[in-house]
Nanobody, 122 residues
Framework: QVQLVESGGGLVQPGGSLRLSCRAS????????MGWFRQAPGKEREFVAAISWNGGSTSYADSVKGRFTISRVNVKNMMYLQMNSLKPEDTAVYYC???????????????WGQGTQVTVSS
């Protein structure tokens, strides 16, 4: 079992940056692959980025490649999403997710956080 809590969302102007954080509970955080998803109003939840248990592998949605960076610090039970060059279409609730398998975390992770709102607007 792992519990996830996101933070760091807010209002930012187009072209700006935000860093989202995900804090995980439990002693086995380092054994989980982690990911970020987002859901915009009226749309389905979509995959954003994923990272393997040791950070050695990452994966990104095409829409965020080159602008977003996923990272983790296992000794702190923390995962991050650095978001740069933000666009209005990045506006969504962002969710942290975890799964024991890297290939699964991008599709159907077992664990979810409650979400944090990101709004990109002038």
């Amino acid at each position: 079992q792992v519990q996830l809590v996101e933070s760091g969302g807010g209002l930012v102007q187009p072209g700006g940056s935000l860093r989202l954080s995900c804090r995980a509970s439990g002693r086995t955080f380092s054994s989980y692959a982690m990911g970020w998803f987002r859901q915009a109003p009226g749309k389905e939840r979509e995959f954003v980025a994923a990272i393997s248990w040791n950070g050695g592998s990452t994966s990104y949605a095409d829409s965020v490649k080159g602008r977003f960076t996923i990272s983790r610090v296992n000794v702190k039970n923390m995962m991050y999403l650095q978001m740069n060059s933000l666009k209005p279409e990045d506006t969504a609730v962002y969710y942290c997710a975890a799964d024991a398998v890297f290939s699964t975390v991008a599709a159907a992770p077992d664990y979810w956080g409650q979400g944090t709102q990101v709004t990109v607007s002038s």
